[in-house]
T-cell receptor, first 116, second 110 residues
Framework: GAGVSQSPSNKVTEKGKDVELRCDPI?????LYWYRQSLGQGLEFLIY????????KSGLPSDRFSAERTGGSVSTLTIQRTQQEDSAVYLC??????????????FGQGTRLTVV | RKEVEQDPGPFNVPEGATVAFNCTYS??????FFWYRQDCRKEPKLLMS???SGNEDGRFTAQLNRASQYISLLIRDSKLSDSATYLC???????????FGTGTLLAVQP
């Protein structure tokens, strides 16, 4: 596709359930990011994938959060046993950075997660 | 110290005003710098890259000061449509990871 695609665009789930959020990056982009943004707040970094390197998971808030990137393309962010404080917009971005000078990141439109 | 710091604002300015935002970064090895714009309830989008020599795009001018490790964005002749959050972005020199500031909110008043 032309841009970063995220699905679903909206997700309402019950507290305690697991959810999976999907990100399809721009073809050929080696770098992929997940961020979380609560209403009126800044971007909260979650995880960064860069090529075949070990992912930077330093932003994951708890062990209920995990992410995979299969085949260097599509990524899935999984939240287990969701809590109300997990409600936010989850944004995915990809970039073609892989050289010494990185290039800009392109964002998907996000998944709005509501835990009730 | 945060890796990228910005004044959160809000900056409330009248139409036609000139407004400037600054951003400081902590990693002296950073090589790539950007300004992003985020409208309410939308995803961030690239506004402009920031080059060592400084660069201009219409009413927008970006400057980089490596010695002091700060980046600036100047907006001239502000329009109502400029109202948004402006995010400063810097790469980690070792991993190329892009690091986003928390943003500066600009509200242009009629």
């Amino acid at each position: 596709g032309a841009g970063v695609s995220q699905s679903p665009s909206n997700k309402v789930t019950e507290k305690g359930k697991d959810v999976e959020l999907r990100c399809d990056p721009i073809s050929g982009h080696t770098a992929l990011y997940w961020y979380r943004q609560s209403l009126g707040q800044g971007l909260e970094f979650l995880i960064y994938f860069q090529g075949n390197s070990a992912p930077d998971k330093s932003g994951l808030p708890s062990d209920r959060f995990s992410a995979e990137r299969t085949g260097g393309s599509v990524s899935t962010l999984t939240i287990q046993r969701t809590q109300q404080e997990d409600s936010a917009v989850y944004l995915c971005a990809s970039s073609s950075s892989g050289s010494f000078r990185g290039t800009e990141a392109f964002f998907g439109q996000g998944t709005r997660l509501t835990v009730v | 110290r945060k890796e990228v710091e910005q004044d959160p604002g809000p900056f409330n300015v009248p139409e036609g005003a000139t407004v400037a935002f600054n951003c400081t970064y902590s990693n002296s090895a950073s090589q790539s710098f950007f300004w992003y714009r985020q409208d309410c309830r939308k995803e961030p989008k690239l506004l402009m890259s920031v080059y060592s020599s400084g660069n201009e795009d219409g009413r927008f001018t970006a400057q980089l000061n490596r010695a002091s490790q700060y980046i600036s964005l100047l907006i001239r002749d502000s329009k109502l449509s400029d109202s948004a959050t402006y995010l400063c972005v810097v790469n980690d020199g070792a991993t190329n990871k892009l690091i986003f500031g928390t943003g500066t909110l600009l509200a242009v008043q009629p």
